[in-house]
Each structure stands twice: as structure tokens, then as C-alpha cells.
């Protein structure tokens, strides 16, 4: 039976107006991953390059990362997502409007990829905090794994829409519908009511920028439970989540599929996330959240081993549905914890390091780019997946304060 408070988050009226606009948000965030990767590769027909351009896009996450948690803990939250989700939906539409005119050179795309990237390193840091304003520390597990649930609807549908629009229209015409939907988000959280509790104001009003700086420094001296999720984040990145950049090289040289394919393939993925998704929030505010964090860490590993060796389009299916199941699952548990284990107002700078760890993302695209580029993606997935697995297991043996987080 389903335990009933898995969506306890979803009786705050303003939990479920970011939910909406997260969804609207991620329709088009779900196209814009299936065009780049593919426009790059199509503009290049180089692995390294799509890994580079995917690198080039987090490199704001991983410089501003710490910077938009401090930002979050000192203005109101809810006026900054709208500003950062209107930013996106302008830089899209430029992107858009240059290859509609023709500008169609690589540089520009990966460019104007890396400005979207600055507006997307402070719309995550602005929601993961406001939605844990919005629901409290008993429902934040529920909140904040239903709003990945959110994100991944939209996923699905853009990525499965992305592949017919790229073939009727273009590339150029979809980056312009990609900012509409990104411009809808901002007028559906115009109905947001919560503010976001953000740090006191006499305390926004006494310190400097880098005074905030000082204090978020203060904070991982003063929790080092925080330093070590963060470590723990930035590895699962590196070498979890840049299988990203593999999936539309896979998809072309080894499973033979066009930009239709890719886009079912993206949007079979997005589906193993919200499985993995409701998974987690059915388990609902379970007790030894770090040896859950462990096992699903070990286990994403694992089924990117699943990839090497495989050539049949169902079989890769399934694992690439397990493999980003296990990514959206372990990725909400980071997040929880981050914020569990700080004080309430520096619940901003705890997902600042939570993007900072996204934003170390670079190193393992650009790496398993090259390794793709040389030797195929199916090795590069095996190399992702026994590096990964051999982490979580050393760091669940050696780290017991970490492992025994509730």
C-alpha cells in the first residue's frame, strides 16, 4: 500500500503553482538537451565536441554555484526565479532567432549555451530553496522529489516532441518555442504567493557580498557533513551524470538512430528519472537516508556498466531508463540532506553547494568525451560506471558519518 504522505507537499497551494511552472519550465528544458546535443554533433560529427559543449554549459553552475546561495539567502527567492527563468527564456530565443537567420556556426551555439547555463546556475539554487520554504523540513523529502517529478514530465514531453520539431521545422524555430515555454513558466509563478524565508533583514543589510562569502566559508568549517555531500555530488557528476553527452553519440554511431530516435530514446530516459523519482517519494522520510544515498550511488554505476557491449535498442533502452532512475533518485537525496544538516537561513548556500558540485559536471564531459571520441561510447560507459560504483563503496566503508545520516 502507498503510504499517503508521499504527496503531503502538494497541499501548499504555492508548491503547487512552482510545481506547475517547473513542469511548463522543463517542456522546453527537455527539448533544449535533445537539440544542443544534437545540433553539435550534427555541426561537428565530434564526440569531444558535443562533450565540450555540454562542459561549457555547466561551467557557470560550478563558478556560481557558492554566489547564487548566498544571493538566495539575502533577497527574496520567489523574485529571483522569475528573473532567472525570464533570462533563459531571452537567451533561447536569441539562440534561436541566430540560426534562424543563418548563423549557423558552432561557436555561437555553444556560446549563447554557456549565457543559458549562468541564468540555469541560479533558477536551481532559487527553487530547491523554495520549494523547502514553501513545505517545511517534514515534507521537504516529498517536495523536493515531486518537483524532480515535475521536472521530468516536462522532460518527457520535450524531449519526445523535440526530435518531430527538429525534423519539420529546425533547430533555429525550436530554440524560439524552447523560450516560450520558458516565458510561460514566469507568468505561472506570477501566482506564487511565498516570498521565501531568506536571512533576516537586518542581517541582509549589515553584511557585504563577501561578507556572505565569509559566512558560507564558515559554514562548511562549521559542517562538515556539508563538504563531504559536496565531494560525494561533484563525483556523482562527473561520473554519473555526464552520461548525458554519451546518449546522442550512442544514439547515432552505435544504435544507428536519427534525431526522431534520439528524442524516444531522451524521453525513455526522462521516464526512468520519474520512476526513480516516485520510488523515493513513495519511501516517503525514511530513517539512514545515507545508506540509501550509498546504495543508489553503487547502483548508478552498475547499469552504466549495463551499456558496454550492448547494440540492441531495447536493452540499451531499459538500462538508460535504470541509469537516470537511480541519477533523479540519488541527485533529490543530496539535495535533502544539504539542507537537513545546515541552519535555516544558510539553506540557500547549502544548495549553492549542491550547484557548485553540478558544476564540476565539466570535467567528467569533456573526459568521457574524449574517451568516446577515441574508443566508442560503450567503453566510455563502462569507464563511468566501475569509477563511480568503486567511489560509493570506498566512501561507504570509510565515511560512517556520512552513511549513518538520517
Not at 160 to 172: H, K, M, T
Not at 229 to 243: C, K, P
Request: proline residues 2%; charged residues 10%.
Amino acid at each position: 500500500m502507498i503510504p499517503r504522505g508521499w504527496i503531503s507537499s502538494l497541499k501548499f497551494a504555492d508548491f503547487r503553482v512552482l510545481s506547475f511552472a517547473t513542469v511548463f519550465h522543463s517542456v522546453g528544458f527537455g527539448m533544449d538537451n535533445v537539440v544542443l546535443g544534437w545540433l553539435v554533433f550534427e555541426l561537428t560529427d565530434s564526440p569531444f565536441m558535443v562533450g565540450l559543449a555540454s562542459a561549457l554549459r555547466m561551467i557557470p553552475l560550478f563558478v556560481l554555484g557558492i554566489f547564487s546561495g548566498v544571493l538566495a539567502d539575502s533577497n527574496d527567492r520567489r523574485l529571483y526565479l522569475k528573473v532567472a527563468t525570464f533570462g533563459g527564456g531571452m537567451t533561447m530565443t536569441l539562440l534561436g532567432l541566430i540560426l534562424i537567420l543563418g548563423l549557423m556556426n558552432v561557436w555561437f551555439v555553444i556560446g549563447l549555451a554557456l549565457i543559458g547555463g549562468i541564468t540555469f546556475a541560479f533558477l536551481l539554487t532559487l527553487r530547491q530553496a523554495y520549494t523547502y520554504d514553501i513545505v517545511g523540513p517534514d515534507n521537504a523529502l516529498s517536495g523536493l522529489s515531486i518537483l524532480q517529478m515535475s521536472s521530468q514530465v516536462g522532460g518527457v514531453a520535450g524531449a519526445l516532441i523535440s526530435g518531430v520539431l527538429i525534423s519539420a521545422f529546425g533547430a533555429g524555430w525550436l530554440f524560439v518555442i524552447i523560450g516560450f515555454f520558458y516565458f510561460g513558466s514566469v507568468m505561472i509563478l506570477l501566482g506564487a504567493k511565498e516570498s521565501g524565508n531568506s536571512a533576516p533583514r537586518a542581517q541582509r543589510l549589515n553584511n557585504t557580498f563577501v561578507g556572505n562569502f565569509k559566512v558560507y566559508i564558515n559554514l562548511l568549517r562549521d559542517y562538515p557533513v556539508l563538504l563531504a555531500l559536496m565531494v560525494l555530488a561533484s563525483a556523482t557528476e562527473i561520473f554519473g551524470f555526464s552520461h548525458m553527452s554519451l546518449i546522442p553519440v550512442f544514439s547515432k554511431d552505435v544504435l544507428g538512430l536519427g534525431a526522431v530516435g534520439l528524442g524516444v530514446l531522451t524521453g525513455i530516459r526522462q521516464v526512468g528519472g520519474m520512476f526513480g523519482l516516485t520510488s523515493l517519494a513513495i519511501l516517503g522520510d525514511i530513517s539512514y537516508k545515507g545508506y540509501l544515498m550509498f546504495g543508489i550511488m553503487i547502483f548508478f554505476g552498475l547499469t552504466q556498466m549495463g551499456m558496454y557491449g550492448t547494440n540492441n535498442l531495447y536493452v540499451a533502452a531499459t538500462v538508460i531508463f535504470l541509469i537516470n532512475g537511480c541519477a533523479m533518485a540519488v541527485d533529490v537525496i543530496f539535495k535533502t540532506l544539504m539542507q537537513l544538516n545546515v541552519p535555516n537561513e544558510q539553506r540557500g548556500s547549502a544548495m549553492g553547494s549542491w550547484v557548485f558540485s553540478i558544476g564540476t559536471g565539466p570535467v567528467g564531459h569533456v573526459g568521457i568525451g574524449s574517451v568516446a571520441g577515441r574508443y566508442g561510447a560503450s567503453l566510455a560507459f563502462l569507464v563511468n560506471g566501475t569509477i563511480l560504483s568503486s567511489i560509493g563503496i570506498l566512501t561507504l566503508v570509510s565515511t560512517p558519518f556520512v552513511r549513518r545520516l538520517k
